[in-house]
Each structure stands twice: as C-alpha cells, then as structure tokens.
C-alpha cells in the first residue's frame, strides 16, 4: 500500500461548482497534514494546513480524519483559477507528499 | 516571506557529467530537502539535511550525493548523469520551530535534462 494515495482525476467541473478530494495516509504516526497546489510546470506552493477540527480559508475547506487516516479538501464556487493539481503531505518528521488529483475547472 | 532559490530553472548535460543543483534559503531553517517529480510518480524525496554537514538518505538516493558546507545551502550532486536522472528536480526548506508541523516551502525547480 502506497503511503499517500490520491485519485489522480482529473476531476473536471464547470465555474461555480463544489468539489472534494480525499487521500488516505498510511503511518498512523503522521502529525501535519497539508494541501499544496501545483500548477503545470511550476513548484508546489502550500495551500493550507490541516487542522484536527477542520479548518476553512474563503472557499477552502480542510478535514482530517485520524480515525479512517484521510484528509480532504473542499472547494466551493469553483473559479477558472482554481484548475492545477493538488497535492495533499501528511507527515512525522518529514513529509510525504501524494502523487496529487488533477482539477480542470470550465467556463 | 520565505524564499528558496534554486540555481537554474533549465539545464542540460551529458551522460557522465558531474553536474551540480545548487539551492539557497534565506530564512535560516534547518531542515532542507531535495525532490525529484516525475509523471505519475509524484514528489519522491533524494536526501534531506536537518543541520549543517549533516544529511539523511531519503527514499531514492542512488545515483546521488549532497553536501551541505552552510546552513543556508544544500547542494544535490549527481556523480556521474545518466538520462534516467533527466527529471524535474525541487528544494525545500522548513525551520525547526515546530518540526513536522511547519510546511515546506519550495524553490521554482530545475528542469535537468541529461542527453
């Protein structure tokens, strides 16, 4: 079993819609957890931290479930913008990161 | 803001080459790491480094070596290139406050191509 597992999508949404992605996380031992967005060709850049109880930032919002060892993302009233990969990296001294799910948002 | 600068944003060089990645954070974190991202493989990390001359093997260090001399820079040295190495290669830096709960921060990237 891979460590970080993500749907790779791609996830295809017109403007204004809601969409989610999951990952699983193997090491029980992980303590920070991550959302990094990836545009084509370019570095990833940290989208938001993951708190236990959950935590929103405009039209993201984070989840973590320790008990089933997945994090989740949320999007809501997608822009064209938001189309890019996002990796989710959960860790225990260091990260690893998920191979990332695909959002392609159309007009 | 944290900044990590990677020395060349495109490279290409020959199989055999000695070639050398440089990258430099100006927000005197500990920890750097080096990455290489490959279609479909995801970020796979090469070594780490938690201090000054110190480094860690990650989860693919064959083929590759680091050094660390300044706490500000951390150096990815491909001994001898062969085009299995051609690949997108990323930096990054965390401080030690706080550990594992602090993100990464990423330089833009080398793209290596080894012919």
């Known amino acids: 079993r891979k460590e970080v597992e993500q749907d790779p999508g791609p996830f295809n949404v017109p403007e204004g819609a809601t969409v989610a992605f999951n990952c699983t996380y193997s090491?029980?031992?992980?303590?920070?957890f991550f959302w990094y967005r990836q545009d084509c060709r370019k570095e990833p850049k940290l989208l938001m931290s993951v708190y236990s109880s959950g935590n929103e930032d405009g039209r993201f919002t984070a989840q973590l479930n320790r008990a089933s060892q997945y994090i989740s993302l949320l999007i809501r009233d997608s822009k064209l913008s938001d189309s890019a990969t996002y990796l989710c990296?959960?860790?225990?001294?260091?990260?690893?990161f998920g191979t990332g799910t695909r959002l392609l948002v159309s007009p | 803001d944290v900044k990590v600068t990677q020395s060349s944003r495109y490279l290409v060089k020959r199989t055999g080459e000695k070639v050398f990645l440089e990258c430099v954070q100006d927000?005197?974190?500990?920890?750097m790491f080096w990455y290489r991202q490959d279609p479909g493989l995801g970020l796979r990390l090469i070594y780490f480094s938690y201090d000054v001359k110190m480094k860690e093997k990650g989860d693919i260090p064959e083929g590759y070596s680091v050094s660390r001399e300044k706490k500000e820079r951390f150096s990815l040295i491909l001994e001898s290139a062969s085009t299995n190495q051609t690949s997108m290669y990323l930096c990054a830096s965390v401080g030690r406050a706080g550990g594992s709960n602090q993100p990464q921060h990423f330089g833009d990237g080398t793209r290596l191509s080894i012919l």
């Open positions: 990296a959960p860790g225990f001294q260091k990260l690893v």
């Open positions: 927000m005197d974190h500990e920890n």
């Open positions: 090491n029980s031992a992980s303590q920070s």
